[in-house]
């Protein structure tokens, strides 16, 4: 007699997961360690084990020996884990996998018409036809997602090509990721980055800013050192400057 089993040993299901990018301008490992070590400022848990793409798409790598390995090592050491390289050349690829990366190929931007530069043929016309009224269409409305419980420790919320609201507390060890910007009406004591897929018009605010970590598009600030007393527990605004973050009060009277 077959038995059915009601219950699969293993599911294979489409998943998505948030991995920070890393932009490569060299290859040096020593120069790449001294740029972590200015980066991080030493603070062991700068990074908190995120997953990380190596883009080397601002590098010429030809004629260039990549040693993808130590690559790897290195940046496991930042507590970083490189999952995948974007922007290799395709004879790049055995070497890459070999290293137990994968390649992120990212789909190509689709193609638009080619202007059409020949005149169009001229036909007389019998009479004018009224002029055609195009109605613009609307905007699509923006998306935002709400959280109105408490974000705990170890919880992390992603709003994907949203805005991301919080009105309930966000405890110290929550993460808070957002396409578009942050807003927390309530201590934000965790992590939250805004901007997550490159918007660095994205803003984070919080009515009372006692983070751990903010991120404006990638480019992150943690406070080891404390905050400046007009924004600690007070109402504050996150935003990249540059490529600098800056903290602003929302009510500096």
Known sequence: MSKIQSRK????????????????????????????DEMTGGAADYFDDEFAVI??????????????????????????NPVAVRNAAP??????????????????????????????PVEPVATAAPAAVTVPAAPPAAHTLIIDTPVRAGQRVYARGADLVVTAIVNAGAELIADGSIHVYAPLRGRALAGASGNTAARIFALNMEAELVSIAGIYSTFENGFAANVFHHPVQVRLEGDKIELVPVNPN
């Open 9 to 36: 040993p293993v599911e294979i299901k489409i998943s998505t997961v948030v991995a920070v990018s890393v932009i490569l301008h060299e290859i040096e490992l020593p120069l790449l360690s001294q740029a972590m």
């Open 55 to 80: 883009d080397v798409g601002a590098i010429d790598l030809s004629g260039k020996l990549v040693d993808w390995p130590a690559l790897v090592v290195l940046l496991k050491s930042y507590r970083l």
């Open 91 to 120: 004879e790049l690829a055995p070497e890459i996998i070999a290293a137990g990366l994968s390649l992120d190929v990212l789909a190509p931007a689709p193609r638009t018409a080619e202007p059409d530069v020949t005149p169009p």
